[in-house]
């Protein structure tokens, strides 16, 4: 992993230059600084009296700076210019008490001028002058120390970067040992292990664990999903292989050959059903399946349905109605699958003689349309499940249905901008609630 040297090496370098930048300009600052403290100092040993430059002898022309008295228009009146440069120097227009610099050759100067106390008609000036180069020799030494110091906290913060980086990569080459050992055997009940020493590493180990944790769901799903279509199938394929092979062996006048081809219809149909839930749900899954844009009229959709669906309900199951307004626009074909399979389930769990109460309207800027039955209801703990592709309340193998009818009831909703609400409770009955957007095309 040579991304983190990569980036602790740029973060030495930026930290270099941007230490270099500012002590550049925080030692250009002092500098100034301390001439122009010097020359404050020295205004208190110069004065004009009586028409005459009085200099005490407290007052010295050369120390780390020079001073000297010069006129307006820069000429010497007291001391001399640093040799080789006096005719830069003594060109230079200095504003009063500001610090210039003044490039002269190969060497800078800082120059300061503060007017000489008592001065009237002829004006003079104290001016400092000060050579850099002489004042950087101060704080080399201190720049030094700042540079090594800065390099021995990098070197250390590189170190530690690649000691936890080797840490890191230990344990994600082991994360991706057990990866490979899953893909290669196949085995999804392998895991990442647990308790990483790094917060990120565990976080993503666990991440993958749950991962894991819902593929071997889903692949359950699918073996329970192909075990139940296999017993779906293979009844109504017996009967009808049954019925076939009754007919060839013996000889059957045409009202019992009629009666064979009913049960082969109704097999065949109910074949058919569970092949085209199938389809419908995978083509909403894979986004397939192009939603038709119509206006939904739900009580014309309620009242086709239930009308359809009255005379296929057993036991005396029968259905009331309390329909009002409620439109949205979607695909009528698959909301009235949504609706059958609704009114289908209520059925289902009624009781003899039961009674099945279907509402429409519209609340709160969506249109609803509500399914209720009084029957057995539904264990709390099984709510949260029953829209899950291929769940069925009801184990046994003789259960109707193939516990599609809500999954793709649910995929439907939800390709709508819609949902399903259940409200139930065990031997009293349950709600289903189908809510849409409110609004017409």
Aim: charged fraction near 30%; charge should be negative.
């Amino acid at each position: 992993m040579l991304w983190p040297i990569v980036v602790i090496m740029a973060m030495m370098m930026i930290m270099l230059f941007t230490v270099h930048y500012l002590s550049a300009a925080a030692i250009e600052y002092d500098i100034k600084n301390d001439l122009r403290q010097d020359v404050n100092k020295m205004t208190d040993y110069v004065y004009i009296k009586d028409g005459k430059l009085n200099i005490e002898d407290e007052f010295w022309y050369q120390q780390d700076s020079i001073f000297l008295i010069v006129r307006k228009d820069g000429s010497v009146a007291a001391g001399e210019y640093p040799k080789d440069e006096e005719g830069s120097l003594r060109d230079v227009k200095v504003p009063e008490r500001l610090t210039v610099s003044v490039d002269c050759g190969s060497e800078r100067y800082y120059v300061r001028d503060t007017k000489v106390r008592g001065t009237k008609e002829e004006r003079l000036f104290l001016r400092g002058v000060l050579k850099k180069s002489d004042a950087d020799s101060h704080y080399e030494t201190i720049t030094m120390a700042s540079y090594l110091n800065i390099l021995g906290v990098l070197l250390i913060v590189l170190a530690w970067g690649l000691f936890y980086s080797r840490r890191i990569s230990k344990e994600l080459e082991d994360m991706c040992r057990t990866a490979e050992s899953i893909g290669t055997s196949l085995d999804i009940t392998k895991r990442m292990k647990g308790n990483y020493k790094f917060q990120e590493v565990e976080v993503l180990a666990q991440a993958n664990n749950r991962m894991l944790d819902q593929i071997e769901q889903n692949f359950k799903q699918q073996e329970q999903f192909a075990s139940d279509v296999a017993h779906e199938l293979r009844t109504p394929i017996a009967v009808i292989l049954a019925q076939c092979q009754y007919a060839e062996a013996r000889k059957i006048g045409a009202e019992e050959y009629g009666e064979i081809l009913d049960v082969v219809f109704r097999q065949s149909k109910k074949i058919d059903r569970l092949i085209i839930q199938l389809l419908h749900l995978s083509r909403l899954e894979q986004g397939r399946m192009q939603i038709q844009e119509e206006t939904l009229d739900l009580v014309e959709i309620v009242q086709s349905v239930c009308e359809e669906q009255q005379e296929k309900l057993k036991n005396g199951v029968s259905v009331r109605l309390e329909l009002n307004e409620a439109f949205s626009t979607g695909d009528i074909g698959l909301i009235a699958i949504v609706i059958q399979n609704l009114l289908t389930n209520a059925a289902k769990f009624s009781r003899v003689n039961g009674r099945i109460d279907v509402r429409t309207g519209e609340v709160r800027g969506e249109a609803f349309v509500e399914v209720r039955d009084y029957g057995i209801g539904i264990e709390k703990e099984n709510q949260k499940r029953i829209f899950q592709r291929f769940y069925k309340c009801d184990k046994s193998r003789n259960a109707e249905g193939f516990g599609l009818g809500l999954s793709l009831s649910k995929k439907i909703a939800e390709k709508h901008d819609g949902r399903i609400e259940v409200e139930s409770e065990p031997e009293k009955g349950s709600v289903f609630t189908l809510y849409l957007p409110s609004g017409k095309i």
